[in-house]
Every structure is written in C-alpha cells, then in structure tokens.
C-alpha cells in the first residue's frame, strides 16, 4: 500500500481508544471477544466493499436497568457523526430503536451486546455498541433496484476514517454529558431524531423504555428499548439489508 492510501486510513482517536483493525468477521462479536482482556475503549473497525462497521467496548459502573442507555448515547453520536460529514441539506434519522436513515433511505443501524448473565440490577462487566453503515454499492449491478437503501458514498459523505473519529470523540461528550448533566441530556438528544415525529405528542424515555403519548384520543404506548433492537429489521446476518 503507497503512503498517500495508507495515510488516507488513518483513523485519529483520543488516548482513551485502543484501535482494532478486522479483516474479517462480526465487529460486535470481536469487540466482545476482546472485551474481557481489552477492556474500555477497544474500537473494533471492518472496511470492506459496501460496508463499514465498528464496534466499542465499554465499562459502566451502573446497574444494566441505566448503564443500557448507552444504547441510546451511541446512536446520538452515530446520528452526530454522520450529520457532521454528511450534504447538510438532508436529515441524518433514526427509525425506533436502532435504525439509521439519511434522506429516509436506509443507511445502516445500531447494535448492542451485554456481558452474558447480567439481570437488570446487576452490573455489567461490559457493553458493546456497533455501527454498520452501507459504505457503498459499486458491486450491485444496478443499485437502482433497491430505492429505499443508500450509501456513504452515493451520498458524498467524508470519508469513513472521519466518521469514526467524530463518532469516537462524540461518545466521550455525551458520556461527560451524562454524568455532569443526567441522562436526559443525551436521551432528549436521541427522542429528537427518532421519526415519525410525533404532531402535538409527547416521546419520553422512561426507566428503560420509549413512551409515546400521542394526541387526543391517540393514548399512551411503550415499548422496551433492548427488546426492540432489530424490530424494523434493518440488517441480516451479512450486515445492512439494501
């Protein structure tokens, strides 16, 4: 590989992060691997044709009931990330809980795993949040076949080593957020991207679930954030669906 392409894969992260580089493989299922030995911090990267993936591991000191809302913080800082390299006339949303749109096509999504055998009141020895993003459809034959599904780069988003450094710096806002300013600084965040938008309703999180009370006469639905990982059915097993 000559200097010029090696320097473009330069990925910039903050001393807190420990960069893995997959050549192969589930990211989430390698930053869980590593998890116990590697611990807070691991950044697990894929890059291959139409995909780009990466997963964190992280450490909390809260009972799994609150320290699961790191979902939520990083979906904000995917949405963020993405929003800061993207066109800016169109919107970066998600669809409840886990999936990622750009101009209301489908752009990838988030995933989530929790140290095994952990109950809601225990602490968890450690989580992972996952990224996969459509990084590009060259090896379709003709991309137009699938409408409601997009890419990075037909997009003319930044390049990917920049959207991974923008989302690894802005977890570690959002979790300073969290901890000077409460969670709701970082779950009013992820309310207000989430489509549909509710007219005249209220979208709340409460303990660990989404609470939309709708207009008059609509009433009052909720629904478990973790439980509801993969319900729009974004992706299969090979990564984001087209």
């Not at 009052?220 to 097993?237: E, H």
């Amino acid at each position: 590989m000559d200097s010029i392409t090696e320097a473009a894969r330069v990925i910039h992260l903050p001393p807190p992060y420990t960069l893995h580089r997959l050549d192969a493989g589930d990211v989430v299922d390698e930053a869980t691997r590593l998890a116990p030995v590697e611990g807070a911090g691991t950044l697990v990267v894929h890059q291959s044709p139409g995909l780009l993936a990466f997963a964190v591991v992280l450490e909390p000191d809260q009972p799994l009931r609150e320290a699961q809302m790191a979902f939520a913080l990083g979906m904000v800082a995917l949405g963020d990330a993405l929003a800061a390299h993207c066109p800016p006339e169109r919107a970066v949303r998600l669809v409840w809980p886990d999936e990622i749109r750009f101009d209301k096509a489908r752009l990838g999504g988030g995933r989530f795993a929790v140290s095994p055998g952990t109950g809601p009141e225990d602490v968890p020895d450690w989580l992972v949040f996952g990224a996969e993003l459509i990084a590009d459809r060259d090896h379709l034959e003709e991309p137009g076949l699938f409408p409601d599904s997009t890419s990075l780069q037909e997009e003319a988003f930044d390049p990917p080593e920049d959207i991974i450094s923008t989302f690894a710096s802005y977890m570690m806002l959002y979790f300073d957020r969290w901890a000077h300013d409460g969670i709701e600084a970082v779950t009013n965040r992820y309310l207000m991207r989430i489509d549909p938008p509710l007219l005249r309703g209220v979208r709340r999180i409460e303990g660990d679930r989404l609470v939309e009370i709708t207009p008059a006469g609509g009433g009052k639905r909720s629904a478990p954030l973790l439980d509801a990982l993969g319900a729009t059915g974004w992706r299969d097993a090979t990564g984001p669906i087209l």
